[in-house]
Nanobody, 116 residues
């Protein structure tokens, strides 16, 4: 069965960095685009970044362009989100997402808190 397991969240000061990981299993990882989403308290879940299956194309929310980088290692079945110059407004639970055969799969999420 499909499993997505995020890790790497934590508490960081403004201006700091974190790298999130999402380990995938149960499907042919390299064949599918992957996305990172986030949900802040009281807000809707929003798309943060997207990457194609081969990793050749990426897209970002305007709010994170130039600060976040999505990447993937298809040999390790893992997608990453490198987050630099973090801001308090980046505080949220971060989720990775897979869409496959008409179904949507989410990981359990990892909490990122940006605070001094």
């Amino acid at each position: 069965q499909v499993q997505l397991v995020e890790s790497g969240g934590g508490l960081v000061q403004p201006g700091g960095s974190l790298r999130l990981s999402c380990a995938a299993s149960g499907f042919t990882f390299r064949n599918y685009p992957m996305s990172w989403y986030r949900q802040a308290p009281g807000k809707e879940r929003e798309l943060v970044a997207f990457i194609t299956g081969a990793g050749g194309s990426t897209n970002y929310a305007d709010s994170v362009k130039g600060r976040f980088t999505i990447s993937r290692d298809n040999a390790k079945n893992t997608v990453y989100l490198q987050m630099n110059n973090l801001k308090p407004e980046d505080t949220a639970i971060y989720y990775c997402k897979l869409m496959r055969v008409g179904l949507t799969y989410w990981g359990q999420g990892t909490q990122v808190t940006v605070s001094s």
